[in-house]
């Protein structure tokens, strides 16, 4: 949809407001909270991250009104939750981060391009280590470069990477590469310059400067000119060098920067700049959400409060035509219902309050072209909400495309060859989700039987205390010695002479050979008279009577 309609689609012919939220679909497979989503610039492709550790893709032009994904990505970060994603300008990669110190990069068919590298824990200055030691917040391309990612962590910063690097070296999550891709790092810090989370962060349309929200409430304006990937200049060894850092970071800080833009320990979940390139809105677990103007950047120009939220991953987002701003609330089980707030950014009132289905709304995307508002929801499902009159293409592709028909199986009497019996429907083992198959296997006391520990100190439970060398004569059978004490055991260990023990049983493998097959009894040497291995070697008394 063109900017310039986009301001008079959200109102009619008489002015009166007009919001594409008439209509919706539900876009369910997760099995707990859509945390994130993405959806590329033409608005074909969504994908939705979740709690459940899983990413799943889809298609409006190819989904039926069956509404089904293409691809599911089970745990692309491990056994990690899901955070942030975002599409590449051009739409042909995509990053995944989440509360794994190691984001990925997917290509746009979900296929792994490649693995970003992990700093070192054990340093204390963040500006000299190759990646982020603790848990990701936000992942953004750079809005003109799609060779530029931006990453936050937990670790209170803000990392550059060159995404041609971190490609060539492989998704090989613990490679030794040290060529990581990373191009720079921005530490975050509070006013009593101690490093902070920065919970979320936006890039300006012009992709030189950023905007970091951090867990102290503060907004911190950054300039990032010259960060162009055309600079990244990779390490070059020495001869027996150790590397120690991939390109030496500015000791930048913020140029603008607002303390206690919202209440401290209370995450920014959310930044989103105005098209306008002057105002940002912010969205706080503080229950409430406030627009700024970066021309006066003391004060914000309005605040909306009483607008809960629980989840650190709560989004807010602006009309295409940049007139309205709305975000969702949270709600506990049990406590009613959640609802969109639109605000009117050129009377600062808020002038809609719409309830919508399911539970507590996270991420939410209000997108330029389709004029559609996408929604994760805390019951798993992502809900997209539009308006046939206003809206175009998304949703409307689908919503109304029959499922196609499918023929059953009939049969019409007679004889009926089987080839494959198993692959009948009836023989077939039922498809369990993988984490419901790890919680039956751990309950099959064989799958899960773990040995018992040898116990030190006093005995509990009926079993007495042993030390290791006790178990190890328990676990041995009366076997050569025919004892069954273990001061038995230790004393014929002492006294019994292994190569007895070993051809005591020569003579009955001699004339009794079942432990060997017919095939080798045919083709073994001749053993020559007198030529026995215990006669070849001399004994210890032989010797002791020389």
């Not at 998704?171 to 101690?194: E, H, P, T, Y």
């Not at 190890?472 to 002492?494: P, R, Y």
């Amino acid at each position: 949809m063109p900017e310039d309609d986009a301001d008079d689609d959200e109102e009619d012919d008489g002015g009166q407001l007009r919001l594409p939220v008439s209509h919706q679909i539900v876009l369910k497979s997760h099995s707990k909270t859509v945390t994130c989503l993405a959806i590329d610039r033409a608005g074909n492709r969504l994908v939705t991250g979740s709690s459940d550790y899983d990413v799943r893709f889809w298609d409006f032009g190819g989904m039926t009104a069956e509404l089904r994904s293409f691809r599911h990505i089970e745990e692309p970060l491990g056994g990690y939750q899901i955070r942030s994603l975002d599409y590449a300008p051009q739409g042909q990669l995509l990053a995944i981060a989440g509360s794994s110190a190691q984001p990925v990069i997917l290509d746009r068919e979900g296929r792994k391009v490649a693995t970003l590298m992990k700093g070192d824990m054990y340093i204390r200055d963040m500006r000299k280590t190759r990646g982020h030691v603790a848990g990701c917040t936000a992942a953004r391309f750079h809005p003109l470069d799609a060779n530029l990612l931006a990453t936050s962590g937990e670790d209170g910063t803000v990392r550059l990477w060159d995404v041609s690097i971190a490609s060539a070296r492989g998704d090989d999550a613990m490679s030794l590469n040290v060529q990581g891709g990373q191009k720079g790092v921005m530490v975050i810090r509070d006013s009593r310059d101690i490093k902070t989370v920065p919970g979320s962060f936006a890039w300006h349309a012009d992709g030189n400067t950023m905007m970091v929200g951090g867990r102290d409430g503060s907004l911190q304006l950054w300039e990032l000119r010259g960060a162009s990937s055309s600079e990244y200049k990779p390490v070059v060894l020495a001869r027996n060098a150790t590397p120690k850092i991939e390109l030496q970071a500015d000791k930048a800080k913020a140029r603008q920067l607002v303390r206690g833009a919202h209440a401290a320990e209370s995450d920014v979940s959310c930044v989103r700049w105005h098209k306008d390139g002057y105002r940002v809105a912010s969205r706080s677990t503080d229950g409430s959400m406030k627009l700024w103007d970066l021309r006066r950047f003391d004060a914000p120009l309005a605040e909306w409060g009483s607008l809960p939220s629980i989840f650190a991953m709560a989004q807010c987002d602006f009309s295409p035509g940049g007139d309205l701003l709305v975000t969702g609330t949270s709600v506990k089980k049990g406590e009613g219902g959640a609802s969109l707030t639109f605000v009117s950014t050129r009377t600062l009132e808020k002038v809609a309050e719409v309830p919508v289905d399911g539970a507590s709304i996270v991420a939410l995307r209000w997108h330029p072209q389709l004029n559609q508002l996408i929604l994760g929801n805390a019951d798993g499902g992502a809900y997209v909400l539009y308006d046939p009159d206003v809206s175009e293409k998304g949703a409307l592709l689908c919503a109304t495309k029959a499922a196609p028909k499918r023929s059953g199986l009939v049969y019409t009497g007679g004889a009926m060859q089987v080839i494959t019996p198993h692959a009948l429907p009836m023989f077939k083992d039922e498809e369990k989700d993988h984490r419901k198959r790890r919680r039956e296997e751990r309950k099959d006391p064989l799958k899960s039987r773990k040995p018992d520990q040898v116990m030190n100190g006093p005995g509990t439970g009926g079993r007495l205390a042993t030390n290791y060398q006790q178990a190890l004569l328990a676990s041995l059978s009366g076997g050569v010695s025919g004892l069954s004490g273990t001061k038995d055991k230790i004393a014929a260990f002492k006294v019994e002479d292994p190569r007895e023990e070993l051809l005591k049983y020569a003579k009955i493998a001699e004339e009794d050979p079942h432990f060997v097959t017919p095939a080798y009894a045919t083709n073994q040497p001749a053993v020559v008279t007198g030529a026995h291995l215990a006669n070849t070697v001399d004994s210890d008394d032989e010797e002791d009577k020389k």
